[in-house]
């Protein structure tokens, strides 16, 4: 069995993101980025995360009396990154307090629960840790959400899906190209036309579908109004996880993107983009029109 295809499935399960914390022998804070998070139970109220054998800080989880479950909220993808490979005093950079059984709590989550370590088991390369909640606090608002290696902002999500009817596309990704196809000799995203509003995700990938491929829909790219050609248009991210016939359309390298001749103003602004921040593998939402308008960053 290939662990990445397996791990690339696991991952179109759509989370939230949750940093675990709990204190070491000497009373040091540790914590770690978990998106494998579940409640158990109501009665007890019981919950698990599962840190993996991999982390530093394995051994203290898993021999733990207590620790502390923070569920991060939308914008805080730093924290999790930082939770998720800082190497240096990663509660140094997060601001952050003491809660039940002095258990470090992080500023700004969504949600906060305090936990005495109810069992604990082996799992493969991982160990379930299941907590008994002795204390918890919930705000109102929205959690950051991951899904296929990548935030994505539930927010952001449902102000697009909000919008006027749109045509929705995707830039597909495979290694170092994307898939493109042609309209009256110039190049485009591989797209859908007529999409109401609500449920664009959804719609997309039932489109790309029905036309024969097989993708993972990510994270919203682009959305804009176009003057020129007098229609609103989403962009997502997408993975193609299998082959995919060429005739229907063409794999394009990504550092040929600003070379090519495009439909319009508004496609050939974004493909330079994408080109540009491919090359980093990091991007940013841009919402705006075909020339203008605000990068709301996806890390």
Known sequence: MDPRALRDAFGSFMTGVTVVTARDEHGAPVGFTANSFSSVSLDPPLLLVCPGKFLSSHEIFANCTRFAVNVLADGQQEISNTFAGYKGDRFAKVAHSNGLFDLPLIDGALAQFCCKTHQVLPAGDHTLLIGEVAEFSHSVGQGLGYVGGSYFSLGLEREIDAMVPTICGAIIRKDDSVLLEQSNGAYRPIQIAGVERGGQRNRLSQGLSERGLTVQVEQVYSSFDDAETKQHYTYFLASCPRPTPLEVAEWIKTDDLPT?????????????????EAKEGDFALYLGDASQGDIHSLR
């Open 260 to 276: 090519l001749k495009y439909v319009s103003g508004g496609v050939r602004h974004m493909m330079t983009r994408y080109a540009i």
